[in-house]
Structure formats: structure tokens, C-alpha cells
């Protein structure tokens, strides 16, 4: 059973960079492939982007060239670089693993990101 807790969330001014960090226990860390979403008010969960234990990364466009996945392996540690942020980026982030192909087995209790313009 794997854990994910993140951190990091908070008000940002439009343009402004935020961190988000997921740190993972109860698993074997490195072997998992981890992905990041989020979900604002009213809204459906929304796919970030996903960084796979091979080190290959995907972004969906919304995010794309503004937003960057690393991992510490060492720390069990995924990270969501979040640059160039804008209001339409507010939302309740959320990390999840998971093990192959397939729906993701474990997520975090998610973290509030607020972007202000």
C-alpha cells in the first residue's frame, strides 16, 4: 500500500512559479509511474502530466512548456514545477501512482494551488 501526500499549494500571482511536492511511503518508489492532476471547483478531474519510472515525460497542452515533472528517488519524491501560472491553473492538485498499463492505483489527498490576476 503506497501513501502520497502532497505539499506545496498556495496563492500565487498570475505569472508567479509554485512547487507542488508529492512524497510517497509504504512502496517501492522508484518502480512506480506517477502522474499529476487537478480539479477546480465545479469542474472535472483534469490530467496534468505523467512521468514514468523510465524518466519519460507527457504533459496535456494546457500545461505544456510551463509545467515540468521530476522525481528524487532518493527522497521518494516526485515533484510539479509549476512556471508562467495563470488563473485559469487554480485548481486542487492531486499526485497518483501507479504500477503498468493501466488506471492509477494510489493518490494523495491533493493540494489547493490559487492563481490571482
Known amino acids: 500500500q503506497v501513501q502520497l501526500v502532497e505539499s506545496g499549494g498556495g496563492l500565487v500571482q498570475a505569472g508567479g512559479s509554485l512547487r507542488l511536492s508529492c512524497a510517497a511511503s509504504?512502496?517501492?518508489?522508484?518502480?512506480?509511474?506517477m502522474g499529476w492532476f487537478r480539479q477546480a471547483a465545479g469542474k472535472e478531474r483534469e490530467f496534468v502530466g505523467h512521468r514514468w519510472s523510465s524518466g519519460s515525460t507527457y504533459y496535456s497542452d494546457s500545461v505544456k512548456g510551463r509545467f515540468t515533472i521530476s522525481r528524487d528517488n532518493a527522497k521518494n519524491t516526485v515533484y510539479l514545477q509549476m512556471n508562467s501560472l495563470k488563473p485559469e491553473d487554480t485548481a486542487v492538485y492531486y499526485c497518483?501512482?501507479?504500477?503498468?498499463?493501466?488506471?492509477?492505483?494510489?493518490w494523495g489527498q491533493g493540494t489547493q494551488v490559487t492563481v490571482s490576476s
Open positions: 509504504g512502496g517501492t518508489f522508484s518502480i512506480y509511474d
Open positions: 497518483a501512482a501507479k504500477l503498468g498499463a493501466g488506471s492509477y492505483d494510489y
